[in-house]
Nanobody, 122 residues
Framework: QLQLVESGGGLVQPGGSLRLSCAAS????????IGWFRQAPGKGREGVSC????????NYADSVKGRFAVSRDNAKNTVYLQMNSLKPEDTGLYYC???????????????WGQGTQVTVSS
């Protein structure tokens, strides 16, 4: 089955930026819809962003629109989440997930990574 590995998390000050990576081997990520999710301590999982398998369509949670951007580098078999103007409320464990759905419309995510921690604090 597909395996996903997230990286790029860390500690950043408010207003700073991070770029998260979601990488896979053995299977091509351009065959999958990729979603990004986050979970703060003691809180439920929140959908952050989605990119279609063709990269022709993306969507974002209202809380991150204009600040986050998701993209693909198919040559590196990697999906990125660029996070700018970070706020303390962006703190959480960030996951990527993959779906065999054809678009970001109501996908079911079959495969999940283990997560990378993002902490936004002064």
């Amino acid at each position: 089955q597909l395996q996903l590995v997230e990286s790029g998390g860390g500690l950043v000050q408010p207003g700073g930026s991070l770029r998260l990576s979601c990488a896979a081997s053995k299977f091509a990520l351009d065959d999958y819809v990729i979603g990004w999710f986050r979970q703060a301590p003691g809180k439920g999982r929140e959908g952050v962003s989605c990119i279609s398998s063709s990269a022709g369509s993306t969507n974002y949670a209202d809380s991150v629109k204009g600040r986050f951007a998701v993209s693909r580098d198919n040559a590196k078999n990697t999906v990125y989440l660029q996070m700018n103007s970070l706020k303390p409320e962006d703190t959480g464990l960030y996951y990527c997930a993959a779906s065999v759905a054809i678009s970001c419309y109501n996908p079911y995510y079959q495969y999940w990574g283990q997560g990378t921690q993002v902490t936004v604090s002064s």
